[in-house]
């Protein structure tokens, strides 16, 4: 069942720029504020195998041998 909830004194500023991103979105506040706490509080941690293929999807790799750059990087001291 939904709930309800409040925020109180909420700085000028702050409720300015969530106006502005939920615009931006094309969201209402309401929209934008529920789709930002789904994002930050929906999803449950990756295991380390969907981290792994996540980061492998995303092109992110070492060059190299990280033995040999450990290496080189304590012998420049």
Known sequence: MPSTLSIKN???????????RASHNHRS???ELLAMLDHYVGSAP????????HIQRLGLATH??????VREDRDGR
């Open 10 to 20: 909420i700085p000028d500023d702050l409720l300015q720029r969530l106006r502005n």
């Open 64 to 69: 190299g041998d990280s033995t040999a750059m």
């Open 29 to 31: 506040l309401q929209g």
């Open 46 to 53: 990756l295991s380390l195998t969907e981290l792994s293929t």
